[in-house]
């Protein structure tokens, strides 16, 4: 089961996001070489702020480029909001996510011997994240009643803190509420964005994996209450294993793209090979 993860693309109507980065170019840019790499996919994973203003033009490009993506791959996709996310434009271009039971954009997919549930931690008029009551009822029961092997769950706050104080600072605050609900369940790991920088953590007994953005990085060694940018794009290539293990690689990229300074079949550059 490969999966590709991506986070933060923040794609807008129009304009560039800190007055430099056209999050269109960048999200083409993370997506240049996934086909040409002959890799099996299976999910496409969007871990939230889709779009940096909530405008339904933004979706509607990013919807274009994902269905494109997805069809071209063969493989499923599951998207989840962010704290710069607007649920109503969001679930009005992208169908099937919203949950007549909790009202929020939560949804759970099944693919081979993995379940996948998306939660919806978007606090309208908040950067931080949360999840309800009737979301944590609904989760503990989709992994009580779950006849999948193993689960993973994608949320846009990771529940887990950042080294960069400000991003802890605006962080999943309903941390208890959601260690009773993932009781009920054997949850592997947990598929996470909103830090736009790489973390490794485990949360009750999951392992948590925070995905960097495709528009910008911010840098983990930030000053203690500065965030500190810069350009650059990231996001994960995960292999899980029908034990419910993973093989986890972060694929970095400049951006403006640069020429590579290495580019030829392995038969032509003379190194000795097992
Ligand atoms: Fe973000
Ligand atoms: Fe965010």
């Known amino acids: 089961m490969n999966i590709v993860h991506f986070s933060d693309p923040h794609i807008m109507a129009e ?19 996934l086909s040409e790499s002959g890799k099996k996919v299976d999910l496409v994973v969007v871990s939230g702020d889709l779009a940096n203003s909530g405008e339904s033009e933004a979706y509607e490009k ?3 480029t994902l269905e494109n993506l997805v069809s071209a791959l063969g493989c ?13 434009n969001f679930s009005a271009v992208f169908p099937g996510v919203q949950n007549g039971i909790t009202g929020r954009m939560d949804q759970q997919l099944e693919l081979g011997d993995w379940q996948f549930i998306g939660l919806d931690t978007l606090a309208e008029g908040h950067d931080y994240g949360e999840m309800t009551l009737s979301q944590a009822e609904w989760l503990e029961n989709v992994l009580r009643n779950s006849t999948s092997r193993h ?3 994608v949320m846009h706050h990771p529940p887990i803190d950042s080294p960069t104080v400000g991003m802890s600072k605006i962080g ?17 790991f947990i598929l ?15 392992k948590v994996i925070v995905a960097s953005s495709t528009a910008y990085q911010i840098d983990p060694m930030s000053p ?19 034990e419910g293990n993973c093989h986890l690689s972060q694929v970095n990229k400049s951006y403006p793209l640069s020429s590579p300074v290495l580019d030829a079949p392995i038969a032509e550059l003379g190194i000795s090979i097992y």
Do not use: W
């Not at 996001?17 to 070489?33: N, P």
């Not at 999943?172 to 592997?188: E, H, I, M, P, T």
């Not at 996470?192 to 999951?206: E, I, L, Q, R, T």
């Open 172 to 188: 999943f605050r309903n941390k208890d509420l959601l260690s009773s609900a993932l009781a009920a369940g054997n949850v592997r």
């Open 192 to 206: 996470a964005g909103h830090y736009h920088h790489f973390v490794f953590s485990d949360f009750c007994g999951a």
């Open 151 to 153: 689960s993973a769950l």
């Open 224 to 242: 203690e209450d500065f965030l500190r940018g810069y350009q650059g794009i990231g996001f994960n290539f995960m292999t899980l294993t029908d």
């Open 76 to 88: 499923a996709l599951l998207a989840v909001p962010g704290n710069h996310d607007n649920r109503k």
């Open 15 to 33: 304009g560039l996001l800190h007055g430099v980065i056209d999050t269109g170019k960048t999200f083409s840019a993370a997506l240049k070489g």
């Open 62 to 64: 990013l919807y274009f």
